[in-house]
């Protein structure tokens, strides 16, 4: 008896250390500094894109919206962005796996803080928020289109807006309706029938149009949540009040997640991402084609001509660090995948790169036994997290949504 009232009177103190003994948290100045880095008010001001010089103008931006939500803009008319890309689901779609004119092998990411990311799509396989907008236009599973019929389409339907923006358009007349050194192989063809001068002028309007997306993509932000409230309060030494005042499941997962659960080593930040690539022993897709992740995503970004090196980017190549020293290769790289930002992760299952698990339950529970990797290594190690601890770690990501 005297032995459980021991362990009774450990639990009672752990319990007080936790809430103050007067129901307010207690965070050791470590702590605090560490969840005052992941307020959103700690998030700087949007770096101007020097690759791309209409990305702050307006009429740019309104160019892109139209066109990101325009039907036009693929193949057979019935895919634009905002197919995958929801404007009331965070600009995504809650599927495991995108589905445009057919279904790809990857999860919609959402938009919000988008242009602040140093690489795009899960393997980072494009190096600019342009040069992203422009590869599902062409992707055969996404808008299926072809860069010469975006060229005509431009003209056709948008040419004045279009030219008090960028400039005079292109003589396209005897541009073929449908080319590209992408797509079918009629396609291509007509794209290798083409003079240099003419592949140029098709490939400007193109990197135009991505341009014009990105400029609109720099608009969607992310917005204040309880964690954010929680945070400043904590700060500042306010006592919690309303939404912010978070319960003692709450606390403790946010400690979790800064401590024991070490989540915060690549959720870091005020948007929860260290915009990195990890190999986190996700298992793949039994249906899907083989997907390696970041490894295979390094000689895309190097052979893309709308990359920080070619000729579409405005500005000098001072832009290009981040393309000039990319890790080219190590097993590091296998089957790693970009690190999403959290915010809002409550609202949107299923989770991981192909959507392999339809839960944040199952998200933690995935990270407490942590799995070996298929192919590579993973760098997570076993947490063995309790049915309480992931519980409240849970509990804690929810308030980062809305």
């Not at 009429?59 to 193949?75: E, I, K, P, Q, V």
């Not at 912010?244 to 948007?271: W, Y």
């Not at 942590?370 to 590579?376: D, F, I, N, R, T």
Request: with cysteine.
């Amino acid at each position: 008896m005297r032995r459980l009232a021991g362990v009774a009177s450990l639990l009672a103190f752990a319990a007080l250390v936790l809430l103050g003994g007067c129901g307010k948290p207690q965070f050791s100045d470590a702590e605090k500094k560490t969840i005052a880095s992941l307020a959103l008010n700690t998030l700087p001001s949007l770096k101007t894109d020097t690759t791309n010089q209409y990305a702050d103008i307006p009429a740019a931006a309104a160019l892109g919206s139209t066109l990101f939500f325009d039907t036009g803009m693929s193949r057979d008319g019935t895919v634009s962005c905002s197919t995958c890309h929801k404007i009331d689901r965070q600009f995504q779609d809650d599927l495991p796996q995108a589905v445009g004119v057919g279904r790809t092998n990857r999860r919609t990411m959402p938009l919000a803080g988008v242009a602040r990311d140093p690489w795009f799509f899960w393997d980072g396989r494009r190096d600019s928020l342009w040069a992203q907008a422009l590869t599902p236009l062409e992707n055969p599973l996404e808008q299926a289109g072809n860069r010469a019929a975006f060229a005509h389409y431009i003209k056709k339907r948008f040419g004045e807006r279009y030219e008090r923006i960028f400039g005079p358009l292109p003589d396209l007349s005897t541009v073929p309706a449908n080319a590209s050194p992408l797509g079918t192989d009629a396609e291509k063809a007509a794209w290798n029938g083409m003079s240099a001068g003419q592949q140029d002028d098709v490939n400007r309007v193109f990197a135009n149009i991505g341009k014009s997306i990105a400029a609109f993509e720099r608009s969607i932000e992310p917005q204040e949540t309880r964690f954010d409230r929680f945070a400043i309060d904590l700060a500042t030494g306010t006592e919690p009040q309303g939404d912010a005042d978070f319960s003692p499941r709450e606390i403790l997962g946010l400690k979790l997640f800064i401590g024991k659960a070490n989540c915060v080593t690549c959720h870091n930040g005020p948007r929860f991402t260290d915009n990195s690539f990890h190999n986190t022993g996700v298992p793949p897709v039994a249906d899907l084609p083989l997907d390696r992740g970041r490894v295979d995503a390094v000689a895309q970004v190097e052979a893309d001509p709308f990359n920080c090196f070619g000729k579409f980017r405005d500005g000098d190549e001072s832009a290009c660090r981040e393309l000039r020293f990319m890790v080219k290769d190590g097993v590091q790289l296998v089957r790693a995948y970009k690190t999403p930002s959290l915010r809002g992760v409550a609202e949107r299952p299923p989770y991981m790169h192909a959507g392999q698990f339809s839960s944040l339950d199952e998200v933690a529970a995935h990270y407490s036994k942590a799995p070996l990797a298929v192919e590579g290594v993973s760098e997570v190690h076993p947490l063995d997290l309790s049915d309480r601890e992931r519980e409240s770690l849970v509990a804690f990501l929810k308030t980062l949504s809305e």
